[in-house]
């Protein structure tokens, strides 16, 4: 098919045209991108039937202003939603103990810090760990044993107190 039957012409000819229009009627750059490239490629999916039109480019543009419409009422029914449901409750900030914790393990190696947080904050056990950060079960034990004294140390805590895996 040499210039797909006449749609890389149609759209090189007709692109600028309809960006225009549509940052018109949206005074949005990036919408009006949007809008103009779904456009686009709904015509490129039925161009064997659009460029048989006495317009194609009335076609695309009027699919254009209506998936901008169709968007306008999204949006504004989502505004609507969310005054009629409130805002969402606030969500508190972090405790002087978690601001601690995170602090202290942003200061170890990330191997240990992964392994730290998946075991005891996610909650996954060794094989779990294991699994997911590719390494052995006996690899994720050291890196817990490590991490844990180092979290002591700087934590102030005592390292006797250290739960084993």
Known sequence: MADNDGFDA????????L???LYALTSNAAEAQ????????????????????GDPEAWVRTVA?????????RARNAVFA???AGPPPP????????VLLISALSR???PQREAIVLHHLVGLPVAEVARET?????TVKARLSRGRRALAELLSLDPSEDSHV
């Open 91 to 98: 969500i508190p900030g972090p405790n002087p103990d978690t």
């Open 134 to 138: 590719g390494v052995a079960p006996g």
């Open 65 to 73: 202003r209506r998936i901008a419409i169709s968007r306008w009422r």
């Open 19 to 21: 960006f225009e229009c």
């Open 10 to 17: 149609f759209y090189a000819e007709s692109r600028q045209r």
């Open 34 to 53: 949007d809008v103009i490239q779904e456009a686009y490629a709904r015509a490129w999916q039925r161009w064997s039937t659009v460029r048989g039109y």
């Open 82 to 84: 969310h005054r009629r």
């Open 108 to 110: 170890l190696p990330l």
